[in-house]
């Protein structure tokens, strides 16, 4: 339960949610109260329209007039039960007037309007039957102020002063309408309920469609972490942002399982470098033990294991080199180099191997004078690598030509052969570790397949590239490029 309430796909879903509960529950609420306040706006204006007709049939038009005007003098009293009159009752248009102030009485008493009619002395001069019994009179409203308000017992009032004082009063009961409106705010809470049930439900299909490859990101990723590294996960046709995560994931596994196989055949490669001479040793030993030999013999085994642990420990060294430069820590020096310099060192190392197998070497860097930032000694044996086997590769009375150079704010060392040259679907290979293109021909350069992979780990230790170009019987370009100082 825990692990689920901590789930990306709950907080989501949580969150999302809780907004839109937020936002159904401010727009039942603002919807209730403008209702509210509409229905109360309408039945005052309503209770204001009815008084307004009133008025002058319950006072006389003339007392609604202010005193200076000459309006009428004050009234006195005609008791409870029907509407009071005026002097000089009993005319045909006293006759009208009563019945029409009847018919509203009546309209009144069906709309559930009742009505008061008073002095300002407080003496009630008219009262509906209606009249409910709580009914407390409000304090009055100035002369000429006529507005519906709600009184504390829940009534909706309309009330009118006239200029003498006298006021009349005409209120509804706004229980029925209040139970209205509340039956009203519940349907708007279960119709808002029900929206959000609605929301939060497809919602919740949406974020959990939507995070489903997570799921099945983590379960391969498991797989892997449990030693399978052929798995990938099944990005499919997905384009969003997962689908790329997916297939950034499968890119970086595919890496990692490239690495770890690199790394297995490596480890492979290097032991069967090393048993090589271990068993030369071990043979030779095991020979001369055997029984008594002249000295010359035991002289010969000597030779015989001195130059095969010379080639262990050889080995050993370029293993241990490739092996600082996987940990990055291959190059510890940041001089400026002369790669003219370095260029001449390497040609001045190389030229007894190249007059041995009458291989021409000629260098055209004498007037290079630029510097890059690095490691003297590596940059040496990157070049060295390149011009051996520019020498070793190549044929009686071949040629090796050396260029230096610069391109842009990058400087270039070139090692150009008449050489064998490489085949076309090898040369993607030749810089991986042990690898050699011709096995048979290797043991006779006793090359280990390890020179131009430390070239590459020195060049890149100084964020260089190094690329060859070859043709079989042609020969053979590395060309190798750095950053200037
Ligand atoms: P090795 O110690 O065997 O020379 P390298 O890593 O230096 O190992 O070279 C890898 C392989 O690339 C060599 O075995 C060789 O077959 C090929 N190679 C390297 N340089 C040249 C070249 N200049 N001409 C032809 N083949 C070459």
Same mark, same amino acid.
């Given at each position: 339960?825990?692990?689920?309430?901590?789930?990306?796909?709950?907080?989501?879903?949580? +969150?999302?949610?809780?907004?839109?509960?937020?936002?159904?529950?401010? %727009?039942?609420?603002?919807?209730?109260?403008?209702?509210?306040?509409?229905?109360?706006?309408?039945?005052?204006? *309503?209770?204001?329209?009815?008084?307004?007709?009133?008025?002058?049939?319950?006072?006389?038009?003339?007392?609604?007039?202010?005193?200076?005007?000459?309006?009428?003098?004050?009234?006195?009293?005609? #008791?409870?039960?029907?509407?009071?009159?005026?002097?000089?009752?009993?005319?045909?248009?006293?006759?009208?007037?009563? =019945?029409?102030?009847?018919?509203?009485?009546?309209?009144?008493?069906? !709309?559930?309007? +009742?009505?008061?009619?008073?002095?300002?002395?407080?003496?009630?001069? $008219?009262?509906?039957?209606?009249?409910?019994?709580? +009914? %407390?009179?409000?304090?009055?409203?100035?002369?000429?102020?006529?507005?519906?308000?709600?009184?504390?017992?829940? $009534?909706?009032?309309?009330?009118?002063?006239?200029?003498?004082? &006298?006021?009349?009063?005409?209120?509804?009961?706004?229980?029925?309408?209040?139970?209205?409106? *509340?039956?009203?705010?519940?349907?708007?809470?279960?119709?808002?309920?029900?929206?959000?049930?609605?929301?939060?439900?497809?919602?919740?299909?949406?974020?959990?469609?939507?995070?489903?490859?997570?799921?099945?990101?983590?379960?391969?990723?498991?797989?892997? =972490?449990?030693? &399978?590294?052929?798995?990938?996960?099944?990005?499919?046709?997905?384009?969003?942002?997962?689908?790329?995560? !997916?297939?950034?994931?499968?890119?970086?596994?595919?890496?990692?399982?490239?690495?770890?196989?690199?790394?297995?055949?490596?480890?492979?490669?290097? *032991?069967?470098?090393?048993?090589?001479?271990?068993?030369?040793?071990?043979?030779?030993?095991?020979?001369?033990?055997?029984?008594?030999?002249?000295?010359?013999?035991?002289?010969?085994?000597?030779?015989?294991?001195?130059? *095969?642990?010379?080639?262990?420990?050889?080995?050993?060294?370029?293993?241990? %080199?490739?092996?600082?430069?996987?940990?990055? &820590?291959?190059?510890?020096?940041?001089?400026?180099?002369?790669?003219?310099?370095?260029?001449?060192? !390497?040609?001045?190392?190389?030229?007894?191997?190249?007059?041995?197998?009458?291989v021409r070497v000629d260098?055209?860097?004498?007037?290079?004078?630029?510097?890059?930032?690095?490691?003297?000694?590596?940059?040496?044996?990157?070049?060295?690598?390149?011009?051996?086997? !520019?020498?070793?590769?190549?044929?009686?009375?071949g040629w090796v030509r %050396?260029?230096?150079?610069?391109?842009?704010?990058?400087? +270039?060392?070139?090692?150009?052969d008449g050489?064998? #040259?490489?085949?076309?679907?090898?040369?993607?290979?030749?810089?991986?570790?042990?690898?050699?293109?011709?096995?048979?021909?290797?043991?006779?350069?006793?090359?280990?397949?390890?020179?131009?992979?430390?070239?590459?780990?020195?060049?890149?230790?100084?964020?260089?590239?190094?690329?060859?170009?070859?043709?079989?019987?042609?020969?053979?370009?590395?060309?190798?490029?750095?950053?200037?100082?």
């Open positions: 339960m825990r692990s689920f309430t901590s789930s990306i796909r709950w907080r989501i879903f949580t +969150f999302y949610t809780g907004l839109i509960a937020i936002a159904v529950g401010l %727009l039942v609420a603002i919807n209730h109260v403008s209702a509210v306040r509409m229905m109360e706006q309408v039945e005052g204006l *309503s209770l204001q329209a009815r008084m307004m007709d009133m008025l002058p049939f319950v006072f006389g038009a003339r007392a609604l007039r202010p005193i200076e005007e000459g309006g009428e003098g004050r009234q006195p009293p005609r #008791g409870r039960g029907g509407p009071p009159g005026r002097r000089g009752e009993g005319g045909p248009d006293r006759e009208e007037e009563r =019945a029409r102030l009847k018919r509203m009485a009546e309209a009144n008493l069906r !709309a559930g309007v +009742f009505a008061v009619a008073m002095r300002e002395t407080n003496e009630r001069i $008219y009262e509906s039957k209606n009249v409910p019994e709580d +009914f %407390l009179v409000p304090p009055a409203l100035p002369f000429g102020e006529r507005r519906a308000r709600r009184t504390g017992e829940g $009534y909706l009032i309309a009330d009118s002063t006239t200029p003498r004082g &006298d006021r009349l009063i005409l209120g509804i009961s706004m229980t029925a309408l209040d139970e209205k409106s *509340s039956r009203d705010l519940l349907n708007g809470v279960g119709a808002g309920l029900l929206v959000l049930g609605v929301v939060a439900g497809v919602g919740f299909v949406i974020v959990s469609r939507g995070l489903e490859p997570v799921g099945v990101i983590g379960a391969t990723a498991e797989r892997i =972490a449990a030693g &399978d590294l052929s798995e990938r996960i099944d990005v499919g046709s997905q384009r969003s942002e997962l689908g790329k995560l !997916a297939m950034i994931l499968n890119t970086t596994f595919g890496r990692l399982q490239e690495a770890l196989q690199r790394q297995v055949r490596f480890t492979a490669d290097a *032991s069967h470098e090393l048993r090589t001479p271990v068993a030369a040793i071990l043979a030779d030993c095991q020979y001369a033990l055997k029984k008594d030999r002249p000295v010359e013999r035991y002289l010969e085994t000597i030779e015989v294991c001195h130059e *095969s642990a010379q080639h262990m420990r050889s080995l050993i060294d370029r293993l241990g %080199l490739l092996a600082k430069f996987d940990a990055r &820590d291959g190059t510890e020096q940041r001089d400026a180099v002369s790669l003219r310099e370095a260029s001449e060192y !390497a040609v001045s190392q190389i030229l007894p191997v190249a007059d041995e197998r009458r260098a055209e860097c004498s007037d290079f004078h630029v510097d890059v930032r690095g490691d003297r000694l590596r940059l040496r044996q990157a070049i060295l690598n390149l011009l051996l086997n !520019a020498v070793v590769y190549n044929r009686e009375d %050396l260029r230096c150079g610069q391109v842009e704010d990058r400087a +270039f060392v070139e090692v150009e050489g064998v #040259g490489i085949p076309k679907e090898k040369i993607g290979r030749v810089f991986e570790r042990f690898y050699r293109v011709d096995e048979s021909r290797n043991g006779k350069t006793g090359g280990s397949g390890l020179g131009l992979a430390i070239c590459r780990s020195i060049v890149q230790a100084h964020g260089g590239t190094v690329t060859v170009e070859s043709e079989v019987g042609v020969g053979s370009c590395f060309r190798m490029e750095l950053p200037l100082a």
